[in-house]
């Protein structure tokens, strides 16, 4: 069965330091990709997504996040973090082939940014 | 821009009681995804829907049972309420096309609270 992991539950930066989230994935073949994030009590906003191509993606709020296949790995990055920035994030990984797009979520990383 | 619209936003019910969530997708959109976050999870996929018809299913209680009507919005019924139940859910929408991957929209959920 597919899953998403997130090995880090809790992660504290200082404003202005780099960030890098970590998410692997086990999967038969090279699922779709997605960071979302999610501010206390609000919904899910997407970040980025990989579906093809560049392995490196940008997505909005200064992120992007690379896709290694040798290593089943999509880490997310921000070479400088905002005290906005302080949310949940969720990797998360649909399958390629349709007939069903679920997002299988991985369990989140808690983002705290200390000023 | 529209975005997805989940009512109730919040709801209150007792244990045994019986909840509806409804769903209303952004307009062109016919596919709705039901997803449950319980306090400090990673969301799990419920089911979806995709021209009214049940598309796919995942971990979603026999007590519960969802539809999609002819206007695309989508309820979420939810029956003999039990305090596990007590969580956020989401729905999401994506426009159709189900041989590919679409985006998914996510509306700000609706949390459940059973006492």
């Known amino acids: 069965a597919q899953s998403v992991t997130q090995p880090d539950i809790h992660i504290t930066v200082s404003e202005g330091a780099s960030l890098e989230l970590r998410c692997n994935y086990s999967y038969g073949a090279t699922p779709y990709l997605f960071w979302y994030v999610q501010s206390p009590g609000q919904g899910l906003q997407l970040l980025l997504k990989?579906?093809?191509?560049?392995?490196l993606v940008q997505g909005i709020k200064g992120f992007e996040a690379e896709f290694k296949r040798s290593q089943s790995s999509f880490n997310l990055r921000k070479p400088s973090v905002h005290w906005s920035d302080a949310a949940e994030y969720f990797c998360a990984v649909a399958r390629r082939g349709g007939g069903g797009n679920k997002l299988t979520f991985g369990t989140g990383t808690q983002l705290k940014v200390e000023l | 821009a529209a975005g997805v619209i989940q009512s109730p936003r919040h709801l209150i019910k007792e244990k045994r009681e019986t909840a509806t969530l409804k769903c209303y997708p952004i307009p062109r959109h016919d596919t709705v995804y039901w997803y449950q976050q319980g306090p400090g999870q990673d969301p799990q996929f419920l089911i979806s829907?995709?021209?009214?018809?049940?598309?796919d299913k995942g971990s979603i209680p026999d007590r519960f049972s969802a539809q999609q009507f002819s206007d695309y919005h989508s309820e979420l019924n939810m029956s003999s309420l039990e305090l596990g139940d007590s969580a956020l859910y989401f729905c999401a929408s994506s426009p159709g096309s189900f041989s590919s991957y679409n985006e998914q929209f996510f509306g700000p959920g609706t949390r459940l609270t059973v006492l």
């Open positions: 990989y579906f093809s191509g560049d392995t």
């Open positions: 829907f995709y021209e009214k018809m049940q598309s």
